[in-house]
């Protein structure tokens, strides 16, 4: 296949506001305040339009457009608790509330119970790193500055130190530190990772696993596991290297009976790297406080172990968690955001809006496809710092060690209108990552379903109504929902059929003045509550702040684009499809960045054949 010079993925992102939106609800310092204006909010207010509280629901209509499977664990059938298909609330309402925070220049925080993000550190290598690329450069130095030395011969070797991490019946973690010796074995490199623990020629051996230029393997010598001889390593630096989910190799705390890998290499790569516990431990060290013990390499500064790993050039922490410089620190606010005021902020009160249950439209007939196995991609992880973090400089990609690089923002996936779902192989046996056949809802299926909401202000219903106005204003657009989106799956229309308002006070009565059935309800225009949202956000944000979110919109805009996508070609095959670690290898090494979302269509639009 054709390399190319920028990287190509069945999803891109919208960009972060450039200030937060706060909600009309009153600021506060602590949370003890905001949760007394919070409920002075809610409550019903003067005469004044702008202070009536609105209870009601919308109805919607629900279509298809491309196969839809949403199900439950491994089965293959669609989610269907009544025996008919339904889609759960639940998958709703996420897919509301990611757009929500987006059109309302959301917060975006990783300290809370419903964290937007995972606030972690993120761990590299870059030892294959071209580094005779300028803009690489700093990536290649990143990883060898820290794990690295030169040598007596002037070539680079690992300055890590050789260790046993262990664990005390009291939880605390230590690393005992000792020797280590290499050892020269062509075939090393063939074999899968092992610790030895009886090695013939004494100590413990350590083989890493398979590696085409492996030739040596390490044999730590057995130290004085007493007290003394032990350094502390703080609780932070272990839940860091746990937190590392895209690591491949050796984990070093994995049980013995559940470690394949994780099922991230080839299935023939099975490992006995495995740690010694229990009376194990005990036995092996000699000391009866010792519950776990297993042979690794590490770094220390001042005394202090900074990160650890399997092997000397292992996986090391970049310098700063996600949430540390990545993310500016005025979207981190724990002020509220219409987000908190509509669907509640978990640790402080409830939302005001629920849910139903989509079901299948009356009259509607529900065809499925053939039971088969999806496709299985692999999908870059958040490590791949060229397609997560903004890239403005092309002579200098920006990096998660860059103090200030910020992440490209929340991650929507294309539509793929003519993409097939299916794997290839799918007549056999899954192969990677999908272990069981889905049989998903054919194209053109309808549903309806109904959002309740309660005592929610002009402003605040608007913000929840732009959410579904998206495709009334612009019809080309479709969302997102279910499993099996970057495979074509899950792209369907959204149509608002109803909004009504009740009336508390007419609701206790049963009949109105001339004898009819009083309903306490009746319709409203759902354009009078998104104009007064629209209002708002542009008298509460700056000129700045105006300027970044008509880019966000722009970017968003061109992600829910079904009608483009319909009218190119190539578009899966060539603009947005995931890339492949063996086909696109130069693309993948030489780290070329993701484009924006507006960029891909330009593209796409600069290759479409003219018509005469």
């Not at 450039?18 to 007394?36: F, G, N, Q, S, V």
């Not at 899954?430 to 194209?443: F, L, Q, V």
Request: hydrophobic content about 35%.
């Amino acid at each position: 296949m054709e390399e190319q010079a920028y990287a190509t993925a069945a999803y891109n992102f919208v960009p972060l506001p450039d200030e937060m939106l706060h909600a009309e609800i009153k600021p506060a310092a602590t949370d003890e305040e905001r949760k007394a204006n919070y409920i002075a909010h809610v409550q019903p207010k003067g005469t004044n339009e702008n202070d009536e509280r609105l209870t009601g629901y919308l109805d919607i209509e629900l279509k298809a457009e491309t196969p839809l499977f949403i199900g439950i664990g491994n089965s293959e059938k669609f989610f269907s608790p009544t025996g008919a298909p339904r889609i759960p609330g639940s998958t709703l309402r996420g897919m509301t509330k990611n757009l929500v925070k987006i059109l309302t220049c959301g917060a975006m925080r990783g300290n809370k119970d419903d964290a937007d993000f995972n606030d972690k550190t993120l761990y590299f290598r870059s030892m294959a790193v071209k580094r005779s690329l300028p803009e690489l450069k700093p990536f290649g130095m990143a990883y060898t500055d820290e794990i690295s030395a030169v040598g007596k011969d002037g070539k680079l070797h690992s300055k890590a130190e050789a260790g046993f991490l262990i664990q005390t019946d009291d939880g605390a973690w230590w690393m005992v530190p000792t020797n280590f010796s290499t050892v020269l074995d062509e075939s090393v490199g063939k074999r899968a990772a092992a610790v030895i623990w009886d090695d013939p020629a004494g100590g413990v051996r350590c083989d890493s696993g398979p590696m085409n230029s492996k030739t040596h393997y390490t044999i730590h010598e057995i130290p004085d596991f007493s007290a003394p001889m032990r350094i502390s390593v703080a609780p932070e630096v272990v839940e860091s290297y746990q937190a590392d989910t895209t690591r491949r190799g050796v984990d070093l705390f994995n049980l013995p009976e559940n470690w394949i890998n994780k099922g991230k290499q080839k299935s023939s790569y099975t490992t006995a790297a495995r740690a010694l516990q229990g009376d194990d431990a005990k036995a092996f060290t000699q000391q009866d406080d010792i519950q776990y013990v297993m042979p690794c390499f590490y770094i220390a500064k001042n005394g202090t172990i900074c990160h650890f790993g399997f092997q000397r050039n292992y996986r090391i922490p970049y310098p700063y968690s996600i949430g540390n410089t990545h993310i500016p620190e005025k979207l981190q606010s724990d002020d509220i955001d219409f987000a908190d005021a509509i669907f509640g902020r978990k640790e402080l009160w409830s939302g005001r809006v629920a849910f139903e249950d989509a079901t299948v439209k009356p009259g509607t007939e529900i065809s499925f496809e053939p039971a088969a196995f999806s496709k299985t991609l692999g999908s870059p992880k958040p490590t791949s710092f060229q397609l997560y973090l903004e890239q403005k400089n092309p002579k200098r990609l920006a990096l998660w060690s860059d103090k200030n690089a910020k992440i490209r923002g929340y991650k929507l996936y294309w539509h793929q209108p003519k993409q097939s779902w299916e794997s290839e192989d799918h007549k056999t046996e899954a192969d990677n990552m999908s272990k069981h056949k889905i049989e998903p809802i054919k194209a053109g299926a309808v549903f309806t379903g109904r959002i309740r909401f309660e005592r929610l202000s002009r402003v605040e219903l608007g913000a929840l109504l732009s959410v579904f106005a998206l495709e009334k204003e612009n019809p080309r657009l479709r969302y997102k929902i279910g499993q099996g989106k970057s495979i074509g799956l899950g792209s369907i229309s959204i149509r608002m059929e109803h909004l009504r308002l009740i009336d508390a006070e007419k609701n206790t009565t049963l009949f109105t003045a001339d004898g009819q059935w009083e309903h306490g309800e009746q319709e409203a225009s759902p354009e009078i509550y998104t104009r007064a949202f629209e209002k708002y956000r542009d008298d509460h944000l700056s000129a700045k702040g105006r300027a970044a979110y008509a880019a966000l919109r722009q970017e968003l805009i061109a992600l829910m684009d079904y009608d483009f996508a319909k009218q190119h070609p190539e578009w899966s095959t060539k603009d947005v499809r995931m890339m492949d670690i063996e086909k696109d290898k130069k693309t993948f090494t030489t780290h070329r960045p993701l484009p924006t979302a507006t960029e891909v269509r330009q593209r796409a639009e600069e290759r479409k054949p003219q018509k005469n």
